[in-house]
């Protein structure tokens, strides 16, 4: 379905600013004013609008606390970015320029035989939904083609980039480009709070012993995946045969990990008690960690050296933008 939002979002690719919003905010409120530029107001409603679009991504899976600090630091960014697309079109207007009408128009008709099997009507009840007019479209079209042909002029392609810039790159940030050291591991764990109905013991029985009997079985030649899925209490892993796959150093807590990437592959661990639990791992095959070859790797440094070049050109020019104007930002 076509939204407004995502035509407002297209503009964030431009520098990336961020576009007015012409939306309905979320809440209702007052709006007032959260900036100025050159005279030019940016209003409380816009740079909610834009953090809107912005926080539900920003925000997820963080603490309380954690939220309001991100979303203090991410509603600033906001109102920098609004600043600065403002700065980019005033700049283009201040030079008598214009996006001719019957390219917006063209632009339109795109968005309407792409998104509404050109029923121009459509489009128009799309838009009234989301609180928005067909005049506000066209201007929102209208600003998103100006910033980008701005930063077209002024953010050339990047530079050529040099296969001695490439290895430089690749030297200095190896780790980036290297696979970490892994172990093929199995495991088996036992819980003090837990109880096994395999187990023709009593619920108070010592688990530590339980799993030392288990651990002669195994030294003894029974199939530690046999054994695992009968005696494991690691439901995740039970019925796979206790196979936890290929880890790294960081999949397990430290104690479990120094004693997984100490062992020799084929090799079956003491029992190890750690807190309330006990683990007997299995280790069936190492992988050395392993640094990519820079012929696997350079065309994606060569972009990345590209993109950055372009950033810091696009910087240059924003800043310049701002050295020469009256900007305000209110709290």
Known sequence: MFKLATVLLCA?????????????SPKEFLDGVAAVVNGDVITVSEVLEALHNREQAALAGLSRVKRQEKLQGLRSLVTRELVDRQLILQAFRKRGLAIPPSVVESQIRKII?????GNRAALVGTLWSQRCTLNQLEKIEADRMAIL????????DGPVISPDQIQQYFRENRSLYTIPEQVKLRMIILRESGSSDDFAVGKGDNRRAIAEEIHTKLINGEKFDRMARVYSEDVSTKNSGGDWGWIERTTLNADLSRLAFSMKSGEISPVTSIGNAHYILFVEAHKRALVKRIEEVCDKIERYLI????????ERWLKELRKR??????S
Do not use: D, W, Y
């Open 325 to 330: 104007a009256f900007i305000k930002v209110l």
């Open 12 to 24: 964030l690719a431009v520098v990336p600013v961020v576009s007015t919003g012409v939306l309905g």
């Open 113 to 117: 035989c792409e998104n509404f099997s």
């Open 149 to 156: 042909a701005m930063r077209q002029e002024n953010v050339k």
């Open 307 to 314: 993109h950055q070049a372009r950033v810091r050109t696009q």
